[in-house]
């Protein structure tokens, strides 16, 4: 259904003349006749009975009225909303692993105060958050890797640089000393099991790469979510593991620092390429833009 001619019969029945119609559309009366005699072929019903020289719309045609005053708001609505000029409206569903949602979500719903944007949230590891953003179930994922095993990102996302944290050894309190290169720190716990993520394989692939260099393969024994529990796990002795710098350290942990080469996460903003300009994406992508740093220095 054409809407311009639905905008011509919503005014016919608000103004009552095709002569009125035409002067306040800008067209001639034979125009608007003829495109009101169009979308009656359209909709297969008959919208208009003559009134002696005159006509007036049937009861369908006023019915059809009454849907094109809905039906031609909504579709201002979706003008308005995919205008990259107009005031930001909508929302956006935002997947992402848990630091990113306390670190950069959290802190961004004070600033979208005011606005019509609001975003609906739920926590996912990265690949499951690539799966949903591929599937359009959510619109952008937060997702990280670490630079020693960087993730290759599928060209039909748009991927956007956000934060990047430093990450140490979390060892049982009392271990030998720190201070070494980060091959000769991970070669002192060859010989002990290690945890890794449960739900992302990320940081096993960095154990595994240092490790590698240490000249050894690492016992995965243990594999948790949660990085208070990698603590708890560490603190009763059952295990080494990454933790990120700068989280407290609980009674029983030690962190040592990984230096030379750092061990660093990055976070990234992605979204579906070519999605990016959808106003209310735009500005919650651009404000975490401008959140980027590096956290543990």
């Given amino acids: 259904m054409e809407t311009r001619r639905l905008e011509l019969l919503v005014a016919l029945a608000r103004l009552g003349s095709m002569h009125e119609v035409a002067d306040e559309m800008g067209v001639t009366t034979s125009t608007v006749?003829?495109?009101?005699?169009?979308?009656?072929?359209?909709?297969?019903?008959?919208?208009?009975?003559?009134?002696?020289?005159?006509?007036?719309?049937?009861?369908?045609?006023?019915?059809?009225?009454?849907?094109?005053?809905?039906?031609?708001?909504?579709?201002e609505a979706a003008r308005s909303d995919l205008d990259p000029e107009a005031e930001p409206a909508g929302t956006v569903r935002v997947s992402g692993?848990?630091?990113?949602?306390?670190?950069?979500?959290?802190?961004?719903?004070?600033?979208l105060e005011g606005t019509q944007v609001r975003m609906l949230i739920a926590e996912h590891e990265p690949g499951e958050?690539?799966?949903?953003?591929?599937?359009?179930?959510?619109?952008?994922?937060?997702?990280?890797?670490?630079?020693?095993?960087?993730?290759?990102?599928?060209?039909?996302?748009?991927?956007?640089?956000?934060?990047?944290t430093r990450w140490g050894l979390g060892v049982p309190a009392g271990s030998a000393a720190g201070g070494l290169a980060t091959v000769a720190t991970v070669d002192r716990y060859r010989d002990h099991d290690w945890i890794v993520n449960s739900r992302n394989d990320a940081d096993e692939k960095v154990v595994a790469a240092l490790a590698a260099h240490a000249g050894f393969t690492p016992r995965i024994a243990h594999r948790a979510?949660?990085?208070?529990?990698v603590q708890d796990l560490v603190a009763a002795g059952l295990g080494v593991g990454l933790l990120a710098e700068g989280v407290p350290e609980r009674a029983g942990v030690r962190l040592l620092p990984l230096r030379g080469?750092?061990?660093?996460?990055?976070?990234?903003a992605v979204v579906v390429r070519g999605r990016a300009a959808w106003a209310p994406l735009a500005l919650v992508v651009g404000r975490l833009s401008r959140t980027g740093n590096v956290i543990g220095q």
């Fill in 97 to 111: 692993f848990a630091t990113a949602i306390r670190r950069s979500l959290l802190p961004l719903l004070a600033s």
């Fill in 225 to 229: 979510d949660s990085l208070d529990l």
């Fill in 129 to 164: 958050a690539l799966d949903l953003l591929a599937e359009d179930a959510i619109d952008l994922a937060l997702v990280y890797d670490y630079a020693l095993a960087p993730r290759i990102f599928e060209d039909r996302f748009e991927v956007v640089p956000l934060w990047t």
């Fill in 33 to 75: 006749s003829q495109q009101i005699a169009a979308l009656a072929r359209e909709t297969g019903t008959a919208l208009l009975e003559p009134v002696g020289r005159r006509v007036r719309l049937t009861p369908a045609g006023r019915r059809l009225a009454d849907h094109g005053v809905t039906i031609l708001a909504a579709v």
């Fill in 261 to 268: 080469p750092d061990v660093l996460l990055r976070a990234f």
